[in-house]
Nanobody, 122 residues
Framework: VQLQASGGGLVQAGASLRLSCVAS????????MAWFRQAPEKEREFVAG?????RYADSVKGRFTISRDNAKNTVYLQMNNLKPEDTAVYYC???????????????????WGQGTQVTVSS
């Protein structure tokens, strides 16, 4: 499985961005898809994940929405009301049917995209 993420950019606080991640290879509908992010000198952290139902990190609940289009082999992350603390490189990740208790663990995912930079200015 290869993952190609896009949609990052430089925006002001309060703005919105939509990230996309296109997958090739494998049976997309069977994969748990997730977004992680990593800020400088910080560990990679879970943002959101989805197989059938979405899960979110507490820090993005109510602002971010993850969705998937199985017909297009694409997962999206709609990010609204962005804050400076959202600044990071965002990575999409995939693995075959990650169990719910492991959805937020980077080690649960075998496949990773190249990352897209999101920078939010105050």
């Amino acid at each position: 499985v290869q993952l190609q993420a896009s949609g990052g950019g430089l925006v002001q606080a309060g703005a919105s961005l939509r990230l996309s991640c296109v997958a090739s290879g494998g049976t997309f509908s069977a994969y748990t898809m997730a977004w992680f992010r990593q800020a400088p000198e910080k560990e990679r952290e879970f943002v959101a994940g989805i197989l059938r139902s979405p899960r979110y990190a507490d820090s993005v609940k109510g602002r971010f929405t993850i969705s998937r289009d199985n017909a297009k082999n694409t997962v999206y992350l709609q990010m609204n009301n962005l804050k400076p603390e959202d600044t990071a490189v965002y990575y999409c990740a995939a693995h075959y049917t990650v169990i719910s208790s492991r959805i937020a663990a980077p080690s649960a995912y075998r496949y990773w995209g190249q990352g897209t930079q999101v920078t939010v200015s105050s």
